[in-house]
Each structure stands twice: as C-alpha cells, then as structure tokens.
C-alpha cells in the first residue's frame, strides 16, 4: 500500500457520498467531486442537514463548493447503513421551526449569565471575532 501525504490521499474517495462538518456547524452530505492541495471541496448533489434532538431535515443545495479552511471532519457514508437511524426524518418548514424554537429557549437560558457578567463591568467577544486570536 502507497502511502500519499495530505489531501493527495483523499483521490481514490472522488465520486463516493461523504459527510463534511463545517467550522460553523453546518453539516452537508454530498457526493465528492473535486479536492485540491488547500482541501477545497467540490460536493454534488448536496444535502444540508439540519438535527435537532431525535429529529432531522435535508435541505437540498446542489453544488457546493467548501474552502478548505472551513472543513472540520469529512467522512465517507456507509450507504448500507446511511437509512439505519434512530433518528426521524421530518420535512424542512418541521425542522427549520425546531431549529428556531431551540435557537431561542437556548438565547432565553443565556440571557441571565450575560446581565450578571455586564453587571460586573466584563464584556464577552462576539462569536465571529475569536477567530482573529
């Protein structure tokens, strides 16, 4: 067997259906087409998932191109168990709404922790700027 150093060795996955998790938490299945030194990816037929506690949706986005800094973990999918899930497929507009309904009780818990540090004179960087450390 012939070892290949970085994304070189992910040739021979071109054409199967894999699993990217992305720096901001989005999870996208799709069939990869294209790879490059930086890891770009190129997915086809992509699918955006979106889980929320036993549930989950597909919303369909094609082709989808992924610069590589973004990608967190890329998996191939078992095709044979891709169906066996404990999980229950509902439709976009279902799980959309549970997103959003998780999105806020999540906002609601938060709100307290943030007056008692603002009370204190502390401040919390926003999400996007701690990147830049």
Not at 44 to 68: A, M, N, S
Not at 74 to 87: A, F, I, P, T
Not at 106 to 115: D, F, T, V, Y
Request: overall charge negative; cysteine-free.
């Amino acid at each position: 067997m012939n070892y290949m150093p970085g994304t070189a060795s992910l040739i021979e996955d071109i054409d199967k259906k894999h699993l990217v998790l992305l720096r901001d938490g989005r999870t996208l299945i799709g069939i990869l087409r294209s790879i490059d030194q930086f890891a770009n990816l190129v997915l086809h037929q992509t699918v955006e998932r979106i889980h929320v506690g036993k549930k989950f949706g597909d919303i369909p986005r094609g082709i989808f191109v992924v610069r590589g800094e973004n990608v967190v973990l890329l998996g191939e999918v078992d095709l044979d168990k891709e169906y066996d899930q404990v999980l229950q497929r509902v439709s976009i507009e279902e799980i959309l709404e549970e997103q959003r309904t998780e999105q806020q009780a999540k906002q609601e818990s938060e709100r307290p922790k943030l007056q008692a540090v603002k009370e204190r004179g502390l401040s919390i960087p926003k999400a996007d700027t701690l990147d830049d450390f």
